[in-house]
């Protein structure tokens, strides 16, 4: 009998396996890293370790400091999560090694399974039909250059070791060919430590669906229905959702006995994840096997009615699986989400800051996973993901409607953040239809405004000049204040408005140049609004921080700044040469010399933050004046890493 369970990972999956673990009546030990000393998972738990400081590579990556916790702890078994070392064969060799048991698969077929080379081997080798390309062995970049004029174009570079979008490129010509090897292989060694790469002949516009399979370690192997994940960014999952609307009872069984097939091959054990491409003519080809348990697993839970952490410490202590393949039956329709502190509007710049309010919705069928709460600090170390937020219905359409719901009314306020990208997304027509391939956001979904900086029309200046007055009111009755006329100053991120405020009691008027709105504003306190406007009473969600104010309303996030009483600034406009980090993070490649011609797009630095590396180009042509970054160094957001200046004031200043 297991009694005390360490979970060797942080955040939302951190706190998901402690809340199971303890309706089971384990013990729980958390680990944590310096950063994240005051973190959800460290609270939930019974005990907590803090194994090092705020790098992955000295904390939630140091294998000995982990196992050094468990020993101090008494713990019996390690929880692994996702990420981090949750597919290193290392780790799990060396928690039985010291008497733990790893809550995974063996370390064979977590080695087996982690290498995308010898998996796609074994898998052929199997009769489980992949996707064609090359697979040498720790080839060079020549080696790659000479096998992808076999393969033709478009290609996909991928990390062997890879996951997650990290070390993937998809490359269209060969001229592309030399530099996307370059920065795979850079991305692979920052998040793996294994820059081995393989390609693969790149399948347009396909459905890309996973299994989840569940052996034990009596021979009995299962598939719990297939997760539909097509919808992503950058190689990762934005939308999953259970089952698939590609889907037919033929191919769902087809493709469950194929994974069943892949697990049985590799001597598997717990949960593990097939992921498969899918051709527009239900094709299906073998991608990869995660041998853990998925971001997305909640959807597959709330259409079996299983607990799949229940499930893996059942297995784990040597029980048999809880269902036969005859007992498996899938009900309803789930749908996840991945909400991020990132910018849609700014290529999806992760973000950091602190989470002034962090209010999740609730109502029927509504989950949200998170490791995070208001007050917590949103750091560049870890992966940006606040929450995943989940809903169930009895089909896909009150699935879809529950969760447009849910992003609609959380309150995300203090950092930029993907939610209203994500509740676009799922009431689109086409994603509606069931039609969503991975090339979806690339394009029916390439204009959308939400990947745009959010219009502010005098409607929006209305309501933030009313919360702004409101709130500069202090003691004296909102209702019964005096009609006044005031001038004021807002500002978002992008650009500035003068505006002229007039207020009757509850009125407010607003008018900006020839344009003008009125509001009413019946309440507003703990952070919610009630408005009329036009005629039409509706609740809108803020927060006020100083000369800030946050709102969420029009189906829209904003941030003012009220800048009436700030004096003016000589400063010139910081968004012309001037070029700036937009996170915290390492700077991992200098790609020019002060001093050097460059022209407006042209790749500067590599950025490296939350795991993925950004490149940050020129904003226009020029002289790179000023360079007073260097290659290695630790940068803030907003730290100017370069001046450019036009070829005649170089000249001048003797550049």
Avoid at 602 to 625: F, N, Q, S, Y
Wanted: charged content about 25%; aromatic content about 6%.
């Amino acid at each position: 009998m297991l009694n005390k369970l360490l979970i060797a990972n942080r955040g939302e999956i951190a706190v998901r396996v402690i809340r199971t673990a303890k309706s089971l009546g384990y013990r729980t030990v958390a680990v944590f890293s310096e950063a994240d000393a005051n973190a959800l998972h460290v609270e939930l738990a019974d005990e907590a370790v803090c194994i090092g400081p705020a790098q992955v590579s000295a904390s939630y990556l140091n294998a000995d400091a982990i196992l050094e916790a468990a020993r101090k702890t008494s713990a019996d078994c390690v929880h692994p999560g996702y990420g981090f070392l949750s597919e290193n064969s290392d780790f799990s060799k060396a928690c039985k090694e010291a008497g733990l048991v790893f809550v995974g698969p063996p370390e064979a077929a977590i080695e087996l399974m982690g290498s995308k080379r010898r998996s796609k081997i074994a898998m052929q080798e199997a009769g489980v039909r992949v996707v064609p390309g090359f697979e040498g062995n720790n080839s060079d970049d020549d080696e790659l250059i000479k096998a992808a004029a076999d393969i033709g174009y478009p290609l996909m570079i991928k990390a062997s070791a890879g996951g997650g979008g990290r070390g993937m490129r998809q490359v269209d010509s060969e001229a592309d060919l030399a530099d996307n090897l370059k920065r795979a292989r850079s991305e692979s060694r920052q998040a793996f430590g294994d820059d081995e790469l393989i390609l693969e002949k790149a399948v347009i516009e396909p459905r890309h669906i996973e299994i989840q399979v569940f052996a034990d370690q009596h021979g009995n192997a299962v598939y719990l229905g297939e997760r539909d994940c097509s919808i992503q960014r950058r190689h990762q999952k934005v939308v999953e959702e259970a089952p698939s609307p590609f889907m037919t009872p033929e191919l769902r069984q087809a493709m469950g006995e194929a994974a069943v097939k892949a697990a049985l091959a590799c001597n598997y054990e717990g949960a593990g994840t097939v992921e498969f491409l899918v051709d527009k003519d239900r094709n299906f080809y073998f991608l990869e096997m995660n041998t853990r348990l998925q971001v997305e697993h909640p959807v597959t839970e709330l259409i079996t009615g299983q607990d799949l952490v229940a499930w893996q410490l059942t297995v784990a202590e040597g029980e048999p699986l809880p269902l036969t393949q005859k007992d498996v039956a899938l009900q309803g329709h789930a749908i996840e989400v991945r909400l991020y502190a990132e910018d849609p509007a700014q290529n999806f710049t992760p973000q950091t800051g602190t989470l002034l309010r962090f209010d999740p919705a609730e109502g029927d069928g509504i989950r949200f996973d998170s490791g995070v709460r208001t007050g917590d600090d949103i750091t560049p170390h870890y992966d940006p993901m606040l929450a995943k937020v989940i809903a169930y219905g009895k089909n896909r359409n009150e699935a879809r409607r529950r969760l447009i719901t849910a992003l609609e009314k959380t309150a995300v306020f203090g950092t930029t953040t993907n939610q209203g990208f994500l509740s676009r997304i799922i009431a689109n027509d086409s994603f509606g239809r069931g039609e969503a391939t991975t090339a979806f956001l690339l394009t029916e979904f390439r204009d959308d405004p939400s990947m745009a900086p959010a219009q502010i029309g005098t409607r929006e200046l209305a309501l933030g000049a009313a919360l702004f007055s409101q709130g500069n009111q202090q003691q004296r009755a909102w209702s019964n204040a005096p009609a006044t006329v005031t001038p004021m100053k807002l500002a978002t991120d992008s650009e500035s408005f003068n505006v002229l405020v007039r207020t009757r009691g509850h009125r407010v008027t607003v008018t900006a140049g020839e344009q003008q709105h009125e509001l009413e504003l019946v309440s507003a306190a703990e952070g919610n609004a009630c408005i009329i406007d036009n005629g039409v009473r509706q609740v809108c969600q803020y927060h006020r921080q100083g000369d800030h104010l946050y709102l969420q309303a029009f189906g829209k996030n904003l941030t003012f700044k009220d800048l009436t009483h700030q004096p003016a600034s000589g400063s010139a406009n910081s968004g012309t040469g001037q070029i700036k980090a937009t996170m915290d993070g390492a700077l991992i490649d200098l790609l020019v010399e002060q001093g050097q011609a460059v022209k407006q797009g042209d790749t500067l630095v590599i950025l490296e933050a939350m795991k993925m590396e950004h490149p940050v180009k020129a904003d226009r042509d020029g002289i790179l004046a000023n360079l007073p970054v260097s290659k290695g160094q630790q940068v803030k957001r907003n730290q100017l890493l370069a001046e450019i200046t036009a070829d005649e004031t170089a000249e001048d200043t003797g550049q």
